[in-house]
Each structure stands twice: as structure tokens, then as C-alpha cells.
């Protein structure tokens, strides 16, 4: 009879597990450990694939009556407990931890197989080699940081400068910009001129007697010259 769930496959663990943590049915670690009726204790699901077949207990072949099962909570515990070793240990990881931890190591863990992020990449590397493993493969496309919109990819990436391409840029506008400065200036200074020879021509204009005022003081002259 084969099973699709079983227990712990027994080379996981750093030390050999005590044999009353073994399942009867699979031969592994107990997962989620229970006893039945007997008190004999199986892996829960392993038992309950049994008991589909037959209403005997694996080992004693007594009849299974009453509650089905109990769960062991402290056996659990102490299985939980148990020290592991990281599934990826033939790719170089060296780390030990407690069963319970298992997939939380294997979601972090630097030798872990992953695919590369890059669009397009079909690669698998390990966690720990997926940074250079992006910076080199032929896929990897990225957005300049410095924010001037250039995509950049492996064929223009060590090339790319954009601080000495803003800094041309900025300089070339401030220097259109000096420039303009300097023709508003120019246009300042000649409209002060112009403006100063106005005031001069409308003082002088002012200063000057009117042609009506000067017209009586000529009648005057010829009515004396008359009489003489």
C-alpha cells in the first residue's frame, strides 16, 4: 500500500529520532501524531488513509471503536523540537534549527534555489548568488536612479554617466540663462539713457518762453519807435 502522506523522512534530522517517534505506517517521524482507541499513536493522516481500508489498528489489530483519535499535542512538541538540518545542505548550507523553524529557514535561506527576477530569464541560482547573478545576465533592465528617465540595460549600463550628463545640461542652461541676463541688462541700460535724454528735452522744453509771451513785449518796441 503506498501513501501520499507520510512523516519525516529520518535523514532530515542531525541526531536519529527515538523509535517511539516513529510512525508504524510510514516509517518516518510522526506529523501531527494521534492515538486511537488502542493507544497506539500514527501519523494523523497516515492513520486515516488506514482506516478507509480497514477499522484495525496497524500494529495490534484490535477493532477501532469510540472517539477515532486524540491529538498529542506534546508529543507534537517534542517532535517540533527536534533539531533538523536544511534541506539544501548538499548546496553548502551548514545551518542546524528546530523542525518547527523549517519553513521559515527555507524561505530565506542563501542556498535556496530561486529564479532570476529579470523579465525574461529563465535561470535558477541560489538566494545568496541572485544579486550577481542579476547585475550579469542579459535581462536585467533598470530605470536610472539618478531619475533621468534612461533605461538602462548591459549593453549601455558602464557607459551610462548621468551626473556628468545633468551637470553638461546644467551648465548649457545656465549659461543661455547668463546670456539673457546679460541682453536685459543692455536693454536696461539704453532704456535708462533714453529715458534721461527725455527728461532732458522736456526740462529744456520748459525752460524756454513760450512764443505768445514774447509776442507783446515785440508790440510794445514798435509802438515806441512810432512815436519817436
Not at 33 to 48: A, D, Q, W
Amino acid at each position: 500500500m503506498s501513501y501520499s502522506f507520510r512523516g519525516y523522512d529520518l535523514d532530515i534530522f542531525v541526531e536519529d529520532p527515538d523509535h517511539d517517534l516513529l510512525c508504524s505506517i510510514c516509517h518516518g517521524v510522526m506529523r501531527c501524531p494521534v492515538m486511537i482507541s488502542c493507544n497506539h499513536v500514527f501519523c494523523r493522516k497516515c492513520i486515516l488513509q488506514w482506516l478507509k481500508r480497514q477499522q484495525t489498528c496497524p500494529c495490534c489489530r484490535t477493532e477501532v471503536r469510540g472517539k477515532l483519535f486524540v491529538l498529542m499535542h506534546k508529543l507534537k512538541r517534542k517532535i517540533n523540537s527536534l533539531q533538523v538540518k536544511c534541506s539544501n545542505e548538499q548546496t553548502g548550507c551548514p545551518a542546524h534549527f528546530p523542525l518547527l523553524r523549517s519553513r521559515e529557514h527555507a524561505e530565506t535561506c542563501p542556498f535556496g534555489s530561486v529564479g532570476c527576477t529579470n523579465v525574461g530569464c529563465q535561470a535558477e541560482v541560489l538566494r545568496k548568488d541572485l544579486s550577481e547573478h542579476s547585475q550579469v545576465c542579459e535581462y536585467w533592465r533598470q530605470m536610472c536612479h539618478m531619475g533621468c528617465g534612461t533605461l538602462l540595460g548591459p549593453e549601455n549600463r558602464d557607459e551610462h554617466n548621468c551626473y556628468l550628463e545633468l551637470k553638461e545640461a546644467y551648465a548649457t542652461q545656465l549659461n543661455k540663462l547668463q546670456q539673457k541676463a546679460r541682453h536685459m541688462e543692455t536693454l536696461s541700460s539704453q532704456m535708462s539713457r533714453q529715458i534721461l535724454l527725455l527728461k532732458g528735452n522736456l526740462e529744456t522744453e520748459q525752460n524756454e518762453p513760450r512764443s505768445e509771451e514774447l509776442e507783446p513785449t515785440l508790440q510794445t518796441g514798435n509802438i515806441g519807435e512810432t512815436a519817436r
